[in-house]
C-alpha cells in the first residue's frame, strides 16, 4: 500500500514536472513566433525547439546511432561527429528543471547548473538520458561539481581549461583532446581516422561558413533581422547537426539577401541598438531578448557563448597532418575564446568594442545570471572601458524562473528610454569612428 | 637551477658550433680531386653533370633515411609509450583523404612562381642571360662560389670582410649600395621570395604535407633556446674571416648551387649541415631560416622595408591562427592590439599568417602602403563547401 502510494506520488511529480515544462517552452516558443519581423525559412529551428521541449523527443537523426553531450563552447564538436556521434549542447535554460534542481544544488550555485541538475533528479528529459557520453570542461566551480553528480548517471568526461592561453597550456589541452577521442571511440564503437576528422572539419566548417554570413547579414543597417531570432536559430544548433543546421541556416540567408534586394526591413523605425553580452542566454531562457525586442529596442549585437560568439571562430588548419588538425581543435577551443574563465580575458573587451563599433551599438545590458562568479566579476572592468566610450551599461541578474520578470521589464524600458533620449537631440547616429 | 642548465646547454651547443665552423675543413663530407669550377651549358647537358651532381644525391638519400627513420622510430615508440600515442600509424598511416583546404591565393601562386624563377636565374642565369649585372650584390643565400649566378650574393663579402676592404672604393660603395638598396625596396621579402635554400626548404614542408606527416610543433620556449643560437652563428658568420677561418666551409648553402650549376666542388661540414636542413625543414617549415645569420642582418633593417605585415587590430580575436600557421614562430602577431604595424624582425613575409587569418581585413601586406594580399573568412572557408556526413556516406 504504501509502496503502490509513493509510486503514484512520483508519478505525479514527473506528470507535474512535464506539464510545467512543455507549458513553459511552448510560452517561450510561441513568443518568440509572435515576435514581428521573422524571416522566411525560420521553421527547422523553431521545429527542433518544439521536438525537444514541448514534444520532448530525442535529438539524433540519420547516421549517427548516439549523442554526446558538450557543455561549453571548448568542447569540439570535430571530434565528435569523427568519431561518429553527434554533439548536443546540454546547457539548460529550463524553468521546471531549476526549481527541481533548486533542492539539489546549494543556494549560491547559478540557476543553469542547478537546472541541469534538476534534470538529472527527474531523469525525464530524453536529450538527457540518451546521451552516451557527457563532456563538461571545468570552467567554473559548478561546473566542477556538477560534472561528480552526472557521473552517476552517466559516463562523464572532464575537460581540464587552463587559466591562460600559452604554448604550453594548448599543448597540455591537445593531449586531453587525445585522450577524450580514446573515449568517444570506446562510446562510440568507431575509430577516428583522419579521414572521418577531415570530414567532421568540413562539416563544421561549412555550418561556421553559414553563420559567419548570416553575421555579415545581420550587422547590415536598417536591421535584416531581430536578436531575438537569431538567438533562437543560435540555440537550435544545440540539438542540430552541422550539417543540417548549415543548410537551414543558408534558406535564412537567401531570404535575408532578398530582403537587401526588396528593401525590407524588420521595421521602419530607429530603434535603439543594444549589445546583449554576459552570462548564456539559453531557450528557454530568453525572457531578456524578448524584452529588449518587445519594449522598442532591438538586438543588435549579442556576445554570449550559446549565441554568435560560440561557434564564430573556425578551426583554422594550419598543418594538415592528423596531430596539425587536433593542434587546429585545442587552438580553436582556447585563444580565441572570450570565456572569463581565463585570468587573463581583456579580449573580450577588444571584442565587446569591435562589436559596438560594427552594429553601431547604443547600450549594452550586461545579463549575470544569479550566482555566474566569473562573468560578475568582469563587469565591473567593462563598464569602466565602455565608460570611456560613453556607451551606457546596466547590469541585469535574473534567475530561471517569471517572477522577476516585470522588475526586469521596468529596467529594461527605462534603459531603452534613456538611450532614446539620448539620441533625440542630435538626430544622428554617425559610426564611431575610433577609440 | 632550471635556467642555469640551460645557460650551460646554450653555451656548450655554440662553442661546439663555433669549434665545427672553424675546423670545418677538417671534416671532409665529400672531395673531389680537384675542384673544378669550369662550367658551360654543354657541360649541363653532357654526362659529367651527373658526376658533379653526386654529392648532392648521397645528401638527398642520406636526409631521406633519416626522416624515414624518425617517422619509423615515432611509430615504434608510438606503440610502447602513451606519450608519443599523438603519432600513432593507425590514425596516420592509412591517411585517405583530404584535410579541408582553401584555394590557393594568388599572392601565394606568385610567391611560388618567384621563388622558382629566382633560384633558377640565381643558379644558371649567367649561364643563360650573361653576366651584366653579376656585380650588384643581392643580400641572399645563394652561393657566390658558383660564378655563374646571376648577381653576387652579399654573404661572400659579409663573411669575408677582411677581404672587402681590401676592394678598389668604387667596389666597396657597390656593394654596400646594392646591398642596402635591396634591403630597403625589398627587405625580407628576399628570404621569402628569392633565397633558393629557402625554396628547398618549402619545397620539403610540401612534401610532408603531401604526405600528411606529423611535424614538429614548436613553442615559445623552443623558439626562446634557438636565439642565442642564432646570434652566436652572426658572430661567426662576420668574426670567422677575422679568426682564419672560413664560413664558408660551414654554409649550408655551399652544397646547392654551385653543383646544380655543374662545378664540382668538395663539400665539408656545409654539406653535413645540408642534411640537416633538409631534414629539419621536412619536420619544421623554414627551420634553417630561424638560425639563418644573413636574415638576421636583414631583420636589423626590417622598420625601413617597404614590404609590410599590418593587423587591424578591431578585427583581431586573437584565435592565435596566424601564431600557429608562422614558420619563424612571431607570437606578437596575435598578441598585439594597439600598433597596426606587425612587421617583425624575424618575419620573411611569406604571407601564411595572412593566409590562415579568418577574419576580414584583421591581417594584410603591403608595399609602400598599398594593400597586395588580405585576409578574408571567404577565401578561409573557401576549402569547406562539403556538407556530407561521413558515416552517411559511409553507408550509401
Not at chain 1, 72 to 82: H, K, Q, R, S
Not at chain 2, 76 to 90: E, I, N, P, W
Not at chain 2, 104 to 114: L, Q, S
Request: net charge positive.
Amino acid at each position: 500500500m504504501m509502496i503502490k502510494k509513493a509510486e503514484t506520488l512520483r508519478q505525479r511529480q514527473d506528470r507535474r514536472f512535464i506539464n510545467k515544462e512543455t507549458q513553459t517552452s511552448a510560452k517561450y516558443l510561441r513568443r518568440l513566433k509572435e515576435l514581428s519581423g521573422a524571416p522566411d525559412g525560420m521553421e527547422p529551428f523553431y521545429d527542433t525547439l518544439e521536438r525537444i521541449y514541448v514534444d520532448m523527443d530525442y535529438a539524433k537523426s540519420g547516421a549517427y546511432h548516439h549523442t554526446v553531450g558538450t557543455y561549453c563552447v571548448m568542447t569540439p564538436p570535430e571530434l565528435i561527429y569523427a568519431a561518429g556521434a553527434m554533439p548536443v549542447k546540454l546547457c539548460s535554460g529550463n524553468y521546471t528543471a531549476f526549481s527541481v534542481g533548486d533542492d539539489i544544488a546549494p543556494r549560491d550555485a547559478c540557476p543553469l547548473v542547478k537546472a541541469v541538475a534538476g534534470f538529472k533528479q527527474t531523469g525525464l528529459m530524453p536529450v538527457y538520458e540518451d546521451c552516451s557520453l557527457m563532456i563538461v570542461p571545468i570552467t567554473c566551480d559548478c561546473k566542477k561539481k556538477i560534472a561528480g553528480m552526472l557521473s552517476d548517471r552517466c559516463e562523464v568526461v572532464t575537460l581540464h581549461i587552463p587559466a591562460a592561453r600559452n604554448d604550453e597550456d594548448i599543448e597540455e589541452f591537445t593531449r586531453q583532446l587525445y585522450s577524450l577521442m580514446e573515449r568517444l571511440e570506446n562510446v562510440t564503437g568507431n575509430q577516428i581516422t583522419y579521414e572521418s576528422l577531415s570530414y567532421a572539419f568540413r562539416m563544421v566548417g561549412y555550418a561556421q561558413y553559414e553563420l559567419s554570413e548570416f553575421i555579415r547579414l545581420k550587422k547590415q543597417m536598417p536591421y535584416l533581422i531581430r536578436g531575438s531570432h537569431a538567438m533562437a536559430i543560435l540555440n537550435a544548433a544545440s540539438y542540430m547537426t552541422a550539417g543540417d543546421w548549415g543548410k537551414a541556416l543558408h534558406r535564412v540567408n537567401e531570404s535575408l539577401k532578398t530582403r537587401i534586394d526588396g528593401r525590407k526591413t524588420v521595421t521602419s523605425k530607429k530603434l535603439p541598438r543594444i549589445l546583449l553580452t554576459g552570462s548564456p542566454i539559453v531557450f528557454p531562457n530568453v525572457k531578456i531578448p524578448l524584452l529588449i525586442e518587445e519594449n522598442g529596442g532591438i538586438v543588435a549585437g549579442d556576445e554570449t557563448c550559446m549565441g554568435e560568439r560560440g561557434m564564430w571562430d573556425p578551426a583554422v588548419i594550419t598543418d594538415n597532418s592528423f596531430d596539425g588538425m587536433m593542434n587546429a581543435l585545442a587552438n580553436r577551443a582556447l585563444r580565441p575564446c572570450p570565456c572569463p574563465t581565463f585570468a587573463d580575458n581583456s579580449q573580450r573587451i577588444y571584442r565587446i568594442k569591435q562589436l559596438i563599433k560594427e552594429n553601431q551599438i547604443q547600450g549594452v545590458i550586461y545579463h549575470v545570471l544569479r550566482g555566474c562568479l566569473v562573468y560578475d566579476f568582469e563587469y565591473r572592468r567593462i563598464e569602466d572601458e565602455l565608460g570611456k566610450l560613453g556607451i551606457p551599461v546596466i547590469r541585469l541578474e535574473s534567475d530561471y524562473n517569471e517572477e522577476d520578470i516585470e522588475q526586469l521589464r521596468i529596467r529594461i524600458e527605462a534603459f531603452i528610454e534613456l538611450i532614446k533620449l539620448k539620441q533625440e537631440p542630435e538626430k544622428i547616429t554617425a559610426v564611431r569612428k575610433s577609440f | 637551477m632550471r635556467s642555469k642548465k640551460r645557460i650551460i646547454i646554450t653555451v656548450l651547443v655554440c662553442i661546439g658550433i663555433g669549434l665545427l665552423a672553424y675546423f670545418a675543413w677538417l671534416f671532409p663530407f665529400y672531395v673531389f680531386e680537384t675542384n673544378d669550377f669550369d662550367t658551360s651549358i654543354e657541360k649541363l647537358l653532357s654526362f659529367d653533370y651527373l658526376k658533379t651532381l653526386v654529392p648532392l644525391f648521397i645528401m638527398i638519400g642520406l636526409s631521406a633515411a633519416g626522416i624515414i627513420m624518425i617517422v619509423l622510430l615515432r611509430r615504434m615508440l608510438a606503440k610502447s609509450d602513451k606519450k608519443f600515442s599523438r603519432f600513432a600509424d593507425v590514425r596516420t598511416s592509412r591517411a585517405r583523404g583530404k584535410a579541408p583546404k582553401q584555394k590557393p591565393a594568388a599572392f601565394m601562386v606568385i610567391r611560388w612562381i618567384v621563388m622558382i624563377v629566382s633560384a633558377i636565374l640565381l643558379i644558371w642565369g649567367g649561364l643563360i642571360f650573361g653576366m651584366g649585372i653579376s656585380s650588384l650584390s643581392i643580400p641572399v643565400l645563394s652561393c657566390p662560389w658558383n660564378t655563374e649566378e646571376m648577381t653576387n650574393s652579399s654573404c661572400y663579402y659579409l663573411s669575408h670582410l677582411n677581404e672587402l676592404f681590401e676592394l678598389p672604393i668604387g667596389n666597396i660603395l657597390l656593394f654596400f649600395i646594392s646591398t642596402l638598396g635591396f634591403i630597403f625596396v625589398l627587405g625580407r621579402v628576399i628570404c621569402g621570395f628569392l633565397c633558393p635554400v629557402g625554396l628547398i626548404q618549402d619545397i620539403m614542408d610540401k612534401l610532408r604535407k603531401k604526405t600528411n606527416t606529423e611535424g614538429i610543433k614548436m613553442n615559445e620556449k623552443m623558439y626562446g633556446a634557438i636565439t642565442p643560437v642564432k646570434w652566436f652563428i652572426l658572430l661567426i658568420f662576420i668574426g670567422l674571416c677575422f679568426a682564419g677561418g672560413n664560413f664558408c666551409n660551414f654554409c649550408p648553402a655551399v652544397a646547392v648551387s654551385p653543383i646544380l650549376a655543374g662545378m664540382s666542388t668538395s663539400l665539408y661540414v656545409s654539406g653535413f649541415l645540408m642534411v640537416l636542413v633538409l631534414m629539419g625543414s621536412f619536420f619544421k617549415r623554414r627551420a634553417f631560416c630561424m638560425v639563418c645569420p644573413l636574415g638576421t642582418i636583414m631583420g636589423f633593417f626590417h622598420k625601413i622595408s617597404l614590404f609590410r605585415v599590418k593587423k587591424d587590430c578591431q578585427s583581431c580575436t586573437e584565435c592565435g591562427a596566424c601564431y600557429e600557421a608562422c614558420p619563424m614562430g612571431i607570437k606578437m602577431i596575435y598578441t598585439e592590439r594597439d600598433k597596426a604595424d606587425v612587421t617583425h624582425s624575424n618575419c620573411i613575409m611569406c604571407g601564411e599568417c595572412v593566409r590562415c587569418c579568418p577574419e576580414d581585413n584583421a591581417l594584410s601586406m603591403t608595399f609602400a602602403g598599398k594593400k597586395i594580399y588580405t585576409s578574408s573568412r571567404k577565401k578561409i572557408m573557401s576549402g569547406y563547401e562539403e556538407v556530407r556526413n561521413y558515416y552517411d556516406d559511409k553507408k550509401g
